[in-house]
């Protein structure tokens, strides 16, 4: 089956640093990638539909200079946490649509990255 | 009030019950679908469905766009079917990518 492949899978970071998060498709194309947010106890939060050799599309709210999305290539995205603060500390887990798919077609989530800003 | 509102919030079943979480929506869909989010964070996702029934296994997910309604059934529930299990919906009509998600049921099956 599609496997998503996100990493690092927890990072712990001082305030004003910035962190990478990375998010591949391991053995199919992904023209679109997904980038979600999730507070504790509270539902996903889309942040952002990044798109192959295009800019991202964020949601209302999310803040694209602090939120940088790169989607280089069909199997790689990446979301950069710029100047993180005590506040962006959460989980972040993206998802991946196969290339040539419809649009109501199953997503492959990753396994998800635990911030903690300190 | 949320567009998508799971019941219940948390449930606690023994080893071997049936169980059934419940998902209903305010806006006209697309596609409705149940996700299991394991205690890592990872998420797997269970059914995609926009009419009638889905089986899986020990897994079944109906749906009724009338009432829009949906329930997701666990038959002879065990403790690795521990986990939250969220209901997203793809709004009919709304951006092209974006789900809404339920807050999710939290099920522990205890041995």
């Known amino acids: 089956g599609a496997v998503v492949s996100q990493h690092p899978s927890w990072v712990i970071c001082k305030s004003g640093t910035s962190v990478k998060i990375e998010c591949r498709s391991l053995d199919f194309q992904a023209t679109t990638m997904f980038w979600y947010r999730q507070f504790p106890k509270q539902s996903l939060m889309l942040m952002a539909t990044?798109?192959?050799?295009?800019?991202?599309?964020?949601e209302q709210g999310v803040e694209k200079d602090k939120f940088l999305i790169n989607h280089a290539s069909l199997t790689l995205s990446t979301l950069t946490v710029t100047s993180a603060h005590p506040e962006d500390s959460s989980f972040y887990i993206c998802s991946a649509r196969l290339t040539g798919v419809p649009y109501n077609s199953p997503l492959h989530f990753g396994n998800g990255t635990r911030l903690t800003v300190t | 009030k949320n567009e998508v509102e799971q019941s219940p919030q948390n449930l606690t079943a023994q080893e071997g019950e049936f169980i059934t979480i419940n998902c209903s929506y305010s806006v006209g869909i697309s596609a409705l679908h149940w996700l299991q989010q394991h205690p890592g964070g990872g998420i797997v996702s269970l059914f995609m469905?926009?009419?009638g029934k889905k089986k899986h296994g020990r897994l079944i997910a109906t749906i009724n766009i009338q009432e829009k309604h949906s329930s997701l059934h666990i038959t002879a529930s065990h403790p690795r079917d521990s986990a939250v299990y969220i209901c997203?919906?793809?709004?009919?009509?709304?951006?092209?990518?974006?789900?809404?998600f339920g807050t999710g049921t939290l099920l522990a099956v205890q041995p």
């Open positions: 990044s798109n192959e050799g295009s800019k991202a599309t964020y």
């Open positions: 997203a919906v793809k709004a009919y009509g709304g951006a092209t990518n974006k789900l809404i």
């Open positions: 469905l926009s009419s």
